[in-house]
């Protein structure tokens, strides 16, 4: 929990390390105490060269483990406020995937496109057939090793590299085979080129998926992007409903509701509301604000255009508001101020190496110095074993699905940074446990070092988070209660004191009569007596 009051008072600046899409890249800043949240993103697009920065965010993980994207028109503090003050991290991503990267005016721009679509390829959530994903890692190995060379690529070279989330001694053979025969000669941006014009056009291009459950309780993936809503089950796709077909979006608690308008023939068009169950109301809540900022990014024709939106209110609780802040899809293809040219591509080799291998130091770390930033290089080990752990390379795979559908690491929180920037916390779902106390569980132990000082910073942490769940369980249940009688005492003093003929002819009810004056005559009198005739004395 962030102390203000003493370390991080004032005008004093706040530290905080972005990570990149390339996770040898970090950077550490600092930002004022009421500084927003766009200003932190435009100054990582500055240190990138990226112009065309509105596809891009940051995104980072609350003390509950739930993710979210910084919102650009608020305080960065506020959004962040209840984490760690020395352990602040964002990571950069791509926010809006392009529906055609090659409508980007800016190479630079498609290369980090091409970064966050090579994460998602090797952490499942770009998922492919078996041909598919041996041509899209042809692609990786050409750009990052260059043509096939006998003397130094010899044997399974494809082995102790980590490009795709489960490699099978076939499939690494195929990948060989097509970075010897066909790609030689071709430049790393020729092949970067070719693996966007393949990604692209995949079912789960530019799908981060949520896990949820359908109505008779079986678990799904909810996947959004900028063609509509998606459902899979496992690697396949279950249903896709376009953006023109949702009429609205909204939450109740852990349901996330879409009201759709379905054509069943040329003539006929059928209203339907189709529910998904999270895991969580905070999960709930941000499947709701990824899709509505998906929604309004691809569909308005301006940011001016587009509106306010509330959802999840109820009865006994307050709905979530959503603004809408930065340029819209069709705002940004429009522009025609960029008119530089083109800077050049630092491209940086990072392909990972299997936990079979020795940890290695990546060696080609590009670190960019720029006013406001003090990016220092990282010693960067292989630490994910948890995360490897869980990755046969030798399982063996279907043809027609390679890939399962994993849910993004959620970005490391803890202080040491740099021992575990690579450490990637694969949630699988097909369990659908409630994955906050797995993680939870997960975190406490590798923490749980012989050191007192520790310790006790460990049982603070814990005494905060149970009072912030107290506090959480007092306000969701004592507050409605107060409201509610309230309420029915608001009623019965309407009933039993106006003067409205309506309501005399109910109250000479002999229930009515008999309850005024056996309980509400009484207890008023003793409010005069007590309250206000005291107060004459």
Not at 219 to 236: D, E, M, P, V
Not at 300 to 313: E, L, Q, R, Y
Request: proline share 4%; with cysteine.
């Amino acid at each position: 929990m962030m102390k203000f009051g003493s370390k991080h008072s004032g005008n004093a600046p706040i530290k905080c390390t972005v990570r990149l899409l390339d996770d040898t890249q970090l950077l550490d800043t600092e930002f004022q105490i009421n500084e927003k949240g766009s200003s932190l993103i435009n100054r990582v697009c500055e240190q990138l060269d990226l112009i065309e920065k509105d596809y891009f965010g940051l995104r980072y993980v609350d003390s509950k483990r739930q993710r979210h994207w910084l919102e650009p028109s608020k305080s960065i503090f506020k959004q962040i406020r209840d984490m760690e003050a020395d352990n602040i991290l964002f990571s950069f991503r791509v926010k809006f995937y392009p529906p055609n990267p090659f409508r980007l005016k800016e190479d630079i721009t498609r290369y980090q496109i091409y970064l966050q679509l090579k994460r998602d390829l090797l952490h499942g959530r770009l998922y492919c057939n078996t041909s598919e994903a041996a041509l899209l890692g042809a692609y990786i190995l050409q750009a990052e090793l260059g043509d096939f060379n006998p003397e130094e690529h010899i044997d399974n070279y494809v082995n102790e590299l980590k490009i795709l989330l489960k490699q099978t001694l076939q499939l690494e053979e195929k990948i060989m085979e097509i970075h010897k025969n066909d790609l030689k000669g071709k430049t790393a941006a020729e092949v970067e080129t070719l693996f966007l014009k393949k990604a692209c056009v995949l079912d789960t291009y530019g799908v981060d998926p949520h896990a949820v459950k359908d109505q008779r309780g079986n678990q799904l993936y909810l996947g959004i992007n900028h063609t509509g809503i998606l459902t899979f089950q496992g690697s396949k796709k279950m249903n896709h409903f376009s953006w023109s077909q949702v009429q609205k979006i909204n939450f109740e608690g852990k349901m996330f509701i879409i009201h759709v308008i379905l054509n069943e023939d040329q003539r006929i068009k059928k209203k339907q509301t189709i529910g998904f169950k999270c895991p969580r109301g905070s999960s709930c809540r941000h499947v709701w604000k990824c899709a509505v900022e998906q929604m309004l990014f691809f569909t308005f024709p301006s940011s001016s255009d587009v509106p306010n939106v509330v959802s999840g209110g109820g009865f006994f609780s307050w709905g979530t508001k959503f603004k809408y802040s930065g340029r819209v899809e069709r705002e940004i293809l429009e522009d025609l101020t960029i008119t530089r040219e083109s800077p050049s591509v630092t491209r940086v080799g990072s392909l990972r190496r299997k936990s079979s291998s020795e940890p290695v130091t990546p060696s080609n770390i590009v670190i960019n110095q720029v006013a406001g930033f003090n990016s220092l290089p990282r010693l960067l080990t292989n630490t994910n074993e948890e995360y490897n752990s869980s990755i046969d390379s030798s399982t063996q795979i279907d043809n027609s699905s390679v890939l399962e559908t994993l849910l993004e690491g959620q970005e490391i929180t803890t202080p040491k940074i740099e021992e575990e920037v690579n450490h990637e916390e694969i949630l699988n779902d097909h369990l659908l446990i409630d994955f906050t106390t797995t993680v939870t569980d997960s975190s406490s132990l590798i923490q749980s070092v012989p050191n007192q000082h520790s310790g006790q910073k460990h049982l603070e942490t814990m005494a905060n988070q149970n009072s912030r769940s107290s506090l959480t369980i007092l306000r969701q249940t004592l507050l409605p209660i107060v409201f509610a009688l309230f309420m029915i005492l608001m009623v019965v003093i309407i009933l039993l004191e106006s003067d409205f003929d309506i309501i005399a002819t109910i109250r000479k009810a002999p229930e009515i009569a008999d309850f005024k004056k056996n309980y509400y005559e009484p207890g008023k009198e003793f409010l005069m007596r007590r309250f206000i005739r005291s107060k004459t004395f």
